[in-house]
């Protein structure tokens, strides 16, 4: 082979890590985990198992297997088939069987609505981080998985419904097939809310439903406490996950929007009225199908109260948003780290291209980015866990929190995988990297459960209509206070721009709703990083985020910065270690 085909000064493949080798998301797991678990003296430490199991997941997701998985149902995307052979209406998705493996997995280690059938006081902090570690490997399938952790909590409001299906929901069995739900050994959830004509204005809904006493009383006219059967016609312009054994759906009866629990196949094995139209042609997360349907008088049994579907799903919502945060947080870790990879094997002027200062001070800059954004989406996590508990406080800071979190961090999501992206150059720019996959993808966690505007008129809701969110928000960041001057002199003067807002009329707040959401988002940020984070990494976040000594583009750290403390913290050298139980050992991924 000629001598011009040898291949030097290429980064080596990156694979068989572990993608909980991560410093900021164990000291999360062990840290909002702690107040909530009790070991019993002579026997095992639970956050110790917490975070072995995290450490097992995270080997498997960074394996060359999953990487191969990952790759597959890429470049595979699912295939709508509206009819069979013989003309027959069949509306199945065809996926790869690569699509089925991340599935499984993603279920067997309770990834969807297993933390809702757990005792455990830290389940959902547990959930959220396999979440983090596992979508790092494949982000398209956590969409169905996550539409399952959410429906749950909507679920509940029909207690006789909840009763029949929660089991299977949180079943950790992943049981795909055209089959009636009851009969299945689990189940995974879809939601079916948009219209075309309306968008995010879920009011505006068209879909229609009326009454069916004859289909009897429950689901699948017995048990179920009684839930009323409806039958409803209507189009949807986006549902997730077609391929799901049961919706939650909007459509209007007299009262106003309700909400319906749908299910695919009815019981006597026949499909319901669900027609999948098209499957949608999207900017990324081409591994999961989304769909336009039409609803021919399917069959539904209404969620919580008629004319409240609305107030039905909020909660839902809000579940969803969770994992929009964590999805953000994970993207942002899968561009640091193969940024951190290239730029210590490429060789440029003499040196690699991460001695280079410049590039110093991006990698640190995406590195402060990405771990803000982990530490505030397992924060929020434990808050949901604490909520349950009946901690009306965590409650508050979990719904304020969860709206400007979902506006800041998904947004800045975008921005850092375009920069991650560049720091390989053209290399990073070719879909073998994978990196287009990932600046593809991070937009939708944007758009996904209200786009910018949305959730920043949601912070202003929550603010107004949502009684101690404020005073919960407040009282979490002044845990810092004292801490650091940077800090404290955004505090002050959030506190005063919110103190202003009362005052404000309504199209003024409006107007500055998507700064203030951006705002008390980096100063819970940066409080959370003052109070547990490394030093270098909480300092150099306060010196540009919030002591204004920063640029518009992602490099502009100051000179000051402790840039080796930061890149060290974010290589994460065998940071998959964590302390085990009495024994005081330490567990180490296996990869």
């Not at 990952?70 to 052979?85: K, Q």
């Not at 398209?140 to 089991?167: F, K």
């Not at 561009?335 to 991460?354: N, P, S, V, Y």
């Not at 203030?516 to 909480?538: F, P, S």
Request: proline share 6%; charged share 25%; with cysteine.
């Amino acid at each position: 082979m000629p001598t011009t085909h040898e291949v030097f000064n290429q980064a080596p493949p990156l694979t068989d890590f572990s993608t909980a080798d991560e410093p900021a998301l164990l000291e999360a797991l062990r840290r909002f985990g702690a107040d909530r678990r009790e070991a019993a003296a002579d026997g095992p430490d639970p956050r110790a198992e917490a975070a072995a199991e995290v450490l097992r997941l995270g080997a498997l997701a960074g394996s060359r297997e999953v990487q191969e998985l990952a790759r597959s149902v890429e470049e595979r995307p699912p295939r709508l088939h509206t009819h069979d052979r013989y003309g027959h209406r069949v509306d199945e998705v065809e996926f790869d069987p690569a699509w089925h493996r991340l599935m499984a997995t993603a279920v067997e280690h309770g990834l969807h609505a297993a933390p809702w059938a757990e005792p455990r006081g830290d389940a959902h902090l547990l959930r959220a981080a396999k979440f983090y570690v596992w979508t790092q490997a494949e982000a398209g399938h956590s969409c169905p998985v996550s539409m399952t952790y959410a429906a749950v909590p909507a679920l509940r409001a029909e207690p006789g419904l909840a009763a029949a299906y929660e089991p299977l929901l949180a079943a950790r069995a992943y049981d795909f097939g055209l089959r009636p739900p009851l009969g299945k050994a689990g189940l995974v959830a879809g939601m079916s809310m948009t219209e075309k004509q309306g968008g995010s204005d879920v009011r505006a809904n068209t879909t229609r439903a009326v009454p069916s006493p004859a289909d009897g009383g429950g689901p699948y006219g017995s048990g179920g406490g009684g839930a009323e059967p409806y039958r409803i016609t209507g189009h949807k312009w986006f549902t997730s996950a077609p391929m799901s054994d049961v919706f939650l759906t909007l459509a209007r009866t007299e009262e106003g929007p309700t909400c319906f629990l749908l299910p695919r196949v009815l019981p006597d094995g026949t499909r319901n009225g669900l027609r999948l139209q098209r499957l949608k042609d999207k900017l990324g997360n081409r591994s999961n199908a989304s769909a336009e349907i039409e609803y021919e008088d399917a069959l539904a049994w209404r969620v919580g109260p008629p004319g409240r579907g609305v107030r039905t799903i909020v909660e839902m919502v809000n579940v969803t948003r969770l994992d929009c945060v964590l999805g953000s947080a994970a993207g942002m870790r899968v561009g640091l780290r193969q940024a951190l990879h290239h730029t210590a094997h490429r060789r440029a002027f003499g040196a690699t291209l991460a001695e280079q200062p410049l590039m110093r001070n991006v990698l640190a800059d995406l590195a402060l980015e990405s771990e803000a954004a982990t530490v505030l989406g397992l924060r929020l996590a434990a808050a949901l866990d604490r909520a349950r508990a009946g901690d009306a406080g965590e409650a508050a800071l979990r719904r304020l929190g969860l709206a400007a979190a979902k506006f800041w961090v998904c947004k800045r999501g975008s921005a850092h995988a375009a920069e991650a992206l560049e720091c390989l150059g053209g290399n990073g720019y070719v879909e073998e990297s994978g990196m287009p996959r990932l600046y593809r993808e991070a937009p939708l966690l944007s758009l996904w459960e209200g786009s910018g505007n949305v959730a920043a008129l949601d912070v202003l809701r929550a603010l107004t209509r949502e009684p101690g969110a404020l005073d919960a928000y407040l009282a979490e960041v002044d845990l810092a206070a004292g801490a650091d001057r940077r800090l404290d002199a955004a505090v002050a003067a959030l506190r005063t721009e919110l103190a202003g807002l009362a005052a404000a009329g309504p199209e003024d707040a409006q107007l500055g709703a998507r700064g203030l959401a951006e705002r008390m988002t980096l100063v819970l940020q940066g409080a959370l990083l003052v109070r547990h984070g490394a030093d270098a990494v909480a300092d150099a976040f306060c010196a540009s985020r919030l002591g204004g000594d920063w640029g518009r583009t992602f490099g502009t750290l100051p000179s000051g910065t402790d840039f080796g403390a930061v890149l060290r913290r974010a290589r994460t050298e065998g940071a998959a270690e964590a302390p085990t139980g009495a024994g005081g050992g330490r567990v180490r991924a296996a990869v």
